[in-house]
């Protein structure tokens, strides 16, 4: 099973730039990054499969970037010009099957997260 594994996380300020890792154990077709803030539901930040296609949530698109490495097994989230509303636990996960969205129905391997903090 490809568990997924995050890192990179930290806290930086507003307009900033922090890059998150996640590595898995096993080569997948589909790996998304999800975001979830004390309170509020898991929300989808961003998708890539294996021929580099992508999608972005509406809130950061323009200013996040994700990659796939299918050789490395890992996948990429830079985040640049970050606000205090990107603060949140990001998680990365991978699908079984099926399309290759950010929809946290869609997913069935998750991380145990990495935090980000953003300061104003």
């Known amino acids: 099973q490809p568990q997924p594994v995050e890192s990179g996380g930290g806290s930086v300020q507003a307009g900033e730039s922090l890059t998150l890792s996640c590595a898995t154990s096993?080569?997948?077709?589909?790996l998304a990054w999800f975001r979830q803030q004390p309170g509020k539901e898991r929300e989808g930040v961003a998708s890539?499969?294996?021929?580099?296609?992508?999608k972005y949530a509406e809130s950061v698109r323009g200013r996040f970037t994700i990659t796939k490495d299918n050789r490395k097994h890992t996948t990429t989230l830079q985040m640049d010009s970050l606000k205090p509303e990107d603060t949140a636990m990001y998680y990365c996960a991978a699908p079984a099957s099926g399309p290759c969205d950010p929809r946290p129905e869609a997913m069935d391997y998750w991380g145990k997260g990495t935090l980000v903090t953003i300061s104003t």
């Open positions: 096993t080569n997948t077709y589909c």
């Open positions: 890539v499969d294996r021929d580099g296609n992508t």
